[in-house]
């Protein structure tokens, strides 16, 4: 029987199960390859965007009109601050029993 070339295998992180490097789900623990933010890191990034932008200009006392301009540009920096933090892949814990 051939052996697995080093570098094509790696261990799981929570089962330490020696698994393909280009398998999705752990065999052994079924803990999951997460590619990217998941949808509560974006939404939960985007959510405090849109409450920091305005409460920052509300504090200097700028108008009303600067405060939605500044909750949307806090939105749009909490989003692309999710994506920039998890732009790559990680495994997430294996579900709960």
Wanted: aromatic share 6%; glycine share 10%.
């Amino acid at each position: 029987m051939m052996e697995p070339i080093p570098n094509s295998v790696e261990q799981c992180p929570f089962c330490r199960q020696t698994i393909r490097r280009t398998a999705e789900i752990c065999p052994g623990c079924g803990a999951e390859r997460q590619y990217g933010p998941t949808r509560r890191e974006s939404l939960t990034t985007t959510g405090i965007g849109l409450v920091a932008g305005p409460a920052a200009i509300m504090v200097v006392g700028a108008g009303l009109t600067l405060a939605v301009v500044a909750a949307a540009i806090g939105a749009l920096m909490g989003f692309f601050v999710a994506h920039a933090r998890h732009s790559s892949d990680r495994w997430m814990p294996p579900p709960k029993p």
